[in-house]
């Protein structure tokens, strides 16, 4: 994998209930957990990120997807994508999946917060999400360029 230019990101950990937040510096060196979101509804949700996103002059999305063990979609994952996507275009901003499997887990035994509750262990995940991503990528892309998946059942 490539490693991107650094630029000062905003990381999510997307769930139903919170939305883990993590932010970088323009040059990629210090990255930063946030508080986590507690969702209301979308339109909460914008309004706090394009606050945050003005205020951190965030230039790209990092959004993680939790694939299962041999790298494929799951039902959460495409959540995850058509969340992302959706805020890409509301922000006009682009936009980079990670996996994330196991991320949770890893999060909680380094930060040990294997039981939290709080937001705190979403938080860390979008920590370690953008660390991943400024390791390995890949390359912010615009939202354009991507295809919006569909939950098929």
Same mark, same amino acid.
């Given at each position: 994998?490539?490693?991107?230019?650094? @630029?000062?990101?905003? /990381?999510?950990?997307?769930?139903?209930?919170?939305? &883990? *937040?993590?932010?970088?510096? #323009? %040059?990629?060196?210090?990255?930063?957990?946030?508080?986590?979101?507690?969702?209301?509804?979308?339109?909460?949700?914008? @309004?706090?990120?394009? /606050?945050?996103?003005?205020?951190?002059?965030?230039? &790209? *999305?990092?959004?993680?997807? #939790? %694939?299962?063990?041999?790298?494929?979609?799951?039902?959460?994952?495409?959540?995850?994508?058509?969340?992302?996507?959706?805020?890409?275009?509301?922000?006009?901003?682009?936009?980079?999946?990670?996996?994330?499997?196991?991320?949770?887990?890893?999060?909680?035994?380094?930060?040990?917060?294997?039981?939290?509750?709080?937001?705190?262990?979403?938080?860390?995940?979008?920590?370690?999400?953008?660390?991943?991503?400024?390791?390995?990528?890949?390359?912010?892309?615009?939202?354009?360029?991507?295809?919006?998946?569909?939950?098929?059942?």
């Amino acid at each position: 994998m490539v490693r991107p230019k650094p @630029t000062s990101v905003l /990381s999510f950990d997307y769930g139903h209930k919170r939305i &883990g *937040l993590a932010g970088c510096d #323009p %040059l990629g060196i210090t990255v930063t957990a946030l508080s986590p979101i507690h969702r209301i509804s979308f339109q909460k949700d914008l @309004t706090l990120i394009k /606050s945050l996103c003005i205020e951190r002059e965030i230039k &790209g *999305l990092i959004v993680g997807l #939790p %694939l299962d063990e041999s790298g494929q979609n799951t039902v959460q994952s495409i959540h995850c994508q058509n969340y992302g996507i959706k805020i890409a275009k509301e922000l006009d901003l682009p936009l980079a999946w990670v996996n994330e499997h196991s991320s949770s887990w890893d999060a909680g035994q380094k930060y040990n917060l294997q039981n939290d509750r709080t937001g705190k262990l979403d938080s860390a995940v979008a920590a370690l999400l953008l660390e991943q991503w400024l390791r390995e990528g890949p390359e912010l892309q615009p939202v354009s360029k991507l295809d919006s998946p569909r939950i098929k059942f």
